[in-house]
């Protein structure tokens, strides 16, 4: 440690920032001219009703599912994000396709090609990517705190499958700058216990709530922290993101007649268009297949299984490994369990409709 403290101390300071501005173009600069795909078209389609009305970005109708929905149920986040898109779609205007007659060359049949302006996946890409540097570099900073190597696990998070692919123009790269960045004001409101950072820690908390309601997660993590260290006065910070949700949520009294996020919450639990409660046994099931898919996306099980073995043991690494394990196991035959139990309600439906249809007939 003292060698790796000496060596520290010897390398220019210019190096890891060198470093980390690598890696974040590495991971960046290739899908800027990425086409919209998957969910990117929900997100564009509340920031075409912003732009129309700003007031009322769920006013519109979109057909996501099986038929036409409001967006106000098709889309289960807070539409933080879609501002700022729609804000870069004004000035790019709409990924419109242009027809262009091709040069025939006195042939007698006209040939056509059609084209469009990619100003505005640029532009979508290029407000993503300032956010995913954000994050990065919000992550090197905690890593200087709690990691030997920080520029390595930064560029770990940066390359990780959870990461790379998912260059698009969706919500996790804005949540994940706006957690990190909370995590650290955090860190250094509890330090030094001055309000400027402790304001900083509100005001990030609550443009992460939202743009995605699941940052309430962050909310306990920071005040729990916050317990531990015996700091209450840096408990502050969670009227800020209190406060924007209780706005929010006024607003949608006022322009929908409900509460987007308690809506969102009821269809949560099972994944379904229409809300049906709260079924413990669906929210245990889904956790579960939460964990596999962090498990699936992440390089963090190497550098967390290398520390377990060096401070538990080859035993502690064995008993981890086959917790892993056996919530992967259950998380799969919970997921078999319960795709066969909604394919037959669905094959229940038809028979039943059938029936119907025929009586009437």
């Not at 245990?284 to 964990?291: T, Y």
């Amino acid at each position: 440690m003292q060698e790796q403290q000496a060596l520290d101390t010897q390398r220019p300071r210019w190096m890891p920032w060198a470093g980390l501005a690598l890696v974040a173009l590495a991971t960046t600069l290739p899908f800027l001219a990425k086409a919209f795909h998957t969910d990117d078209a929900l997100y564009l389609a509340v920031a075409r009703q912003i732009l129309v009305r700003p007031w009322d970005p769920y006013g519109a109708q979109v057909l996501w599912e099986k038929v036409p929905e409001p967006l106000f149920d098709a889309d289960f986040n807070p539409p933080l994000w879609s501002y700022l898109m729609a804000g870069v779609l004004a000035i790019t205007g709409e990924p419109a396709p242009r027809v262009v007659r091709l040069a025939t060359d006195g042939q007698a049949v006209a040939q056509f090609a059609a084209t469009a302006s990619r100003a505005p996946e640029i532009g979508m890409h290029l407000l993503e990517s300032l956010f995913v540097v954000a994050a990065l570099v919000a992550l090197y900073r905690l890593g200087t705190r709690f990691v030997r190597w920080p520029l390595t696990a930064a560029a770990m998070v940066a390359l990780s499958p959870a990461l790379l692919p998912g260059q698009n123009v969706m919500l996790e790269g804005p949540v994940l700058a706006f957690w990190l960045g909370a995590t650290w004001c955090h860190l250094r409101a509890i330090e030094t216990r001055r309000w400027r950072w402790i304001i900083a820690t509100g005001v990030l908390a609550a443009l992460a709530v939202l743009t995605k309601y699941t940052s309430a997660v962050l909310l306990v993590v920071l005040g729990a922290y916050a317990l531990r260290c015996r700091s209450g006065r840096s408990l502050w910070f969670l009227v800020l993101p209190a406060g924007a949700l209780g706005l929010w949520s006024l607003h949608n009294l006022l322009v929908y007649e409900r509460v987007h996020w308690l809506v969102i919450f009821g269809r949560w639990q099972t994944g379904e268009r229409t809300p049906q409660g709260v079924d413990l046994a669906e929210t245990w099931g889904r956790l579960f297949a939460l964990l596999r898919a962090l498990g699936a996306v992440t390089a963090l099980a190497i550098p967390v299984a290398w520390c377990i073995a060096r401070r538990y043991g080859g035993r502690g690494l064995l008993a981890v490994l086959a917790l892993c394990l056996g919530i992967g196991w259950w998380g799969e035959h919970d997921m078999e369990a319960r795709l066969a139990r909604r394919h037959e309600q669905l094959e229940e439906a038809v028979v039943a409709r059938t029936i119907g249809e025929l009586a009437a007939k």
